[in-house]
């Protein structure tokens, strides 16, 4: 469509057209689910026009690319664009100018309210069109199938609202207390290769900073000891430490437990290292239990006590990022480091027959909230000893081990749990 200027001749042109005083065109402005290259060679998600009919019909009118692709279109380029509709209609139906024009922006509204009315339209503000979204995922297909934008795996995975019980105002914490950790850097004191204990939330977990390689920044954390050493073997291309299929760990405290331990007899999933470590989690267990017998995970009940279960935070470009939480951070104004890398994401990786990628639930990413602020507040490196006291005391930072190292000291060796029957 040949692009009009609107000058005093364009609107002239516009205001003696018929006009359909019951119609009611809806206009928007989305960024497309996919990536493309800009003038200047830089990846970016393009801003698309988008100009939809209400009444009568609910008919798509057009779609273009916004002139500048990489910024939201202001008030003059969506004038422009919506007298160029009203002209020339991609329909093909004789052109004609609507009753009223509505925006879902009310300071966009505000700022063409006099244009439109100068030319005989009416505007108001309403909510986004149903349908809309998946308008945006239609042509952002078109662009894939016609080799003229990609995508990544990564994008279009479900963004951490996805989740049952995680509301926007947790996932605000996250991004304000990531962009200060990211603004830190731990990392720079921190190996990859030691392994710290800490328990927050009633939780004790092992914790792996990671970013001391400069290939990747942010934090891993699994409730298995072994899981960290296999990775690490793998990495370096070692043998010998693997882990059992069988392996289990302390849903309270985090220590590795042999094959006759402690367990829930009702939803045979939460697994202890003795009594007194059963009844500690009690409070917690028992809101979950019931849930557990009848789904093995589900949105707002899981915790992360299976089998090597590991979630991480790593700051990533956008291209990485899932579409959902790039909207959402845009919508909200979350703050982000000033680096290319600088985008946190959450995720949970589930390794059963196959490795599975979860967005953390809400008791996850409070826990990862938790630890980010531990790691923010403190100064140096934690205390470097691992007692029975230390695994039971609230908010205890401790050293763990150096991963690669020839002697191993375990969770288990220390705490010895006793071979004897499952049981309540």
């Known amino acids: 469509m040949e692009r009009i200027t609107t000058d005093k001749h364009t609107i002239t042109a516009v205001q003696k057209l018929p006009k359909n005083s019951s119609e009611v065109i809806q206009y928007v402005s989305r960024r497309l689910r996919v990536w493309v290259q800009d003038d200047q060679h830089k990846t970016i998600r393009p801003y698309y026009h988008f100009a939809v009919r209400l009444y009568p019909d609910g008919r798509v009118i057009g779609y273009e690319l916004c002139k500048v692709p990489n910024n939201e ?17 991609p329909t093909g139906e004789e052109a004609h100018r609507p009753g009223i024009i509505s925006f879902s922006d009310q300071e966009l509204e505000r700022q063409l309210a006099q244009k439109l009315s100068s030319i005989g339209i009416q505007v108001q503000i309403l909510q986004p069109a149903e349908g809309l979204e998946d308008l945006v995922k239609a042509v952002s297909e078109s662009l894939i199938k016609r080799e003229l934008a990609t995508r990544t795996d990564a994008n279009e995975r479900p963004g ?47 914790v792996v900073i990671l970013g001391s390689s400069k290939n990747v920044f942010g934090i891993a954390i699994s409730s298995s000891l072994s899981h960290f050493r296999k990775k690490y073997c793998q990495a370096m291309g070692m043998s010998g430490l693997g882990s059992s299929s069988s392996e289990v760990f302390c849903t309270f405290c985090g220590a590795q437990q042999l094959l006759y331990t402690y367990r829930c007899s009702q939803c045979k999933f939460a697994h202890y290292c003795n009594e007194k470590c059963q009844k500690k989690d009690w409070p917690i267990h028992k809101r979950e239990c019931h849930n557990s017998t009848i789904r093995k995970r589900e949105d707002d009940t899981s915790r992360p006590y299976l089998k090597r279960k590991e979630m991480t935070l790593i ?68 205390i470097l000893s691992l007692s029975e006291d230390a695994l039971v005391q609230d908010e205890k930072w401790i050293y763990i081990e150096t991963l690669g190292s020839h002697s191993f000291t375990t969770a288990t060796q220390m705490k010895g749990p006793k071979e004897m029957e499952a049981k309540d």
Do not use: H
Not at 176 to 200: C, D, M
Not at 315 to 344: I, K, M, R
């Open 315 to 382: 700051y990533c470009t956008e291209t990485a990022v899932p579409f959902d939480d790039l909207d959402l951070q845009y919508q909200y104004c979350f703050p982000l480091y000033p680096t290319e890398d600088n985008f946190p994401v959450a995720f949970v990786m589930i390794d059963n027959v196959d490795n599975v990628l979860d967005r953390p639930t809400k008791e996850e990413l409070q826990w990862l909230v938790r630890l980010c602020e531990v790691l923010v507040d403190s100064s140096g490196k934690p």
């Open 73 to 89: 279109p202001n008030a003059n380029q969506v004038f422009d664009f919506l007298c160029r509709m009203i002209l020339d209609p």
């Open 160 to 206: 951490m609202l996805s989740k049952q019980g995680v509301e926007l105002s947790l996932v605000q914490t996250f991004f304000s207390i990531a962009y200060r950790l990211r603004q830190k850097g731990p990392w720079s004191e921190f190996s990859e290769n030691e392994v710290y204990g800490i328990r927050l939330l009633d939780r004790f977990r092992f």
